[in-house]
């Protein structure tokens, strides 16, 4: 009985140390990513006064890479890295909804993250870092263009990132990944109406983030 023991926590302390992240340790891990914006809506206004309308953000999944580095078991470093996020922007005039605009956006996002010790293929872990924010092909549907709408304009963001997430080990080098996080998104729009440019929003994105992922460690 005794010898059963020993072999059984030998085996759980080889199982263990299999499964600890070691220094110098880098796992990538790809899957779906969804970026889903603040529910808010955001002000529109014309020539510096409040139209009475006002904009805000649709969701949009794509595929998600991240890329870390372990320090030691504890700590680590992560870059958020994904294919462009394609989001519908939304005119809000009263009870009615129209498909105002659509922008592209890349949120690389570089984090310190650590680890729990568990001792076991379970790993959450809590992340900590920062965001730049990248708007592109901004462009106003074509009803609103014919209605005399161009020159649409969003300022790159820069702001802080949190997030929780964990990793289940299948084996010492594959893993399966969830995480959620919040990321500090604003920025200010401003469009022409027929030629002048006489529009603006400030718009609070602030989005959580949702991702799953499967991970391979070198």
Known sequence: MKKTLLTIALLSSFSTVALA????????????????????????????????????????????LNFVYFFDNNWAIELLAATPFD?????????????????????????????FDTG??????????????????????????????????LDNSFGYAVQVGVDYEIDKNWSVNASARYIDISTDATFAVGGDNIGSSSVDINPMVYSVMLGYKF
Not at 21 to 45: C, E, W, Y
Not at 89 to 98: E, N, P, Q, S, W
């Open 21 to 64: 992240n070691q220094a110098g340790d880098i796992l990538i891990r790809g899957g779906v990513t969804m970026v889903s914006p603040d529910s808010g809506k955001s002000a529109v206004l014309l020539a510096g006064a409040d139209s009475g309308l006002a904009l805000s953000v649709d969701d949009n999944a794509q595929l998600g």
């Open 120 to 153: 076991s293929a379970i790993k959450p872990y809590v992340g900590l870092g920062i965001n730049y924010t990248i708007f592109f092909d901004n462009s106003f549907t074509g009803t609103y263009s014919e209605a005399g709408f161009s020159n649409l304009e």
């Open 87 to 115: 989001h519908d922007i939304k005119l809000h005039a009263g009870d009615v909804t129209t498909t105002l605009a659509d922008t592209k956006q890349l949120p690389p996002t570089l984090s310190a993250l650590y680890y």
